[in-house]
């Protein structure tokens, strides 16, 4: 439940069962709350019980539930789709999108900041929005 895109089986299940040992997960105690909301988390690392794929997916556990005959489909496909984007931007986007995570708007000038110093550094950068205005495909770098 840690990566960017989740996908799940509808047989799937979920759930964090160290409480039922004695113990808790010290990841999930650290990043569920903040993720997922104080009681959600609590819900699921307190009591240790498992939880479908459609109530991961409910609660914002998971991006996308299918059958899984059409799993692999679906994450060849938002691979595929991850592939054709420039490697500098997804990463510098990624980077973002953690800052804002444990920051929320405290993050915004620091993430502006990156925007502007550090993405629009990259030749991607310059290479997508010539791309756009000369109405053709962009040819990603990855730089």
Do not use: H
Not at 27 to 34: I, Q
Request: net charge neutral.
């Amino acid at each position: 439940m840690a990566s960017d895109l989740v996908y799940a089986a509808d047989t799937a299940t979920f759930g964090q069962p160290e409480i039922k040992l004695g113990v808790y997960p010290p990841f999930a105690a650290a990043a569920y709350p903040r993720w997922f909301g104080r009681a959600r988390a609590a819900e699921l690392v307190l009591l240790g019980e498992t939880i479908t794929a459609q109530g991961a997916f409910a609660r914002g556990f998971i991006t996308a539930v299918m059958p899984g005959d059409r799993l692999a489909a679906k994450v060849l496909d938002t691979c595929t789709k991850l592939a054709a984007l420039s490697t500098s931007s997804v990463r510098k986007t990624r980077e973002a999108l953690r800052i804002g995570e444990a920051k929320g708007l405290d993050a915004l000038d620091a993430i502006e900041d990156a925007y502007r110093n550090e993405l629009m550094a990259t030749e991607d950068a310059t290479e997508g929005l010539r791309s756009f205005l000369e109405k053709r495909e962009p040819k990603w770098r990855g730089r």
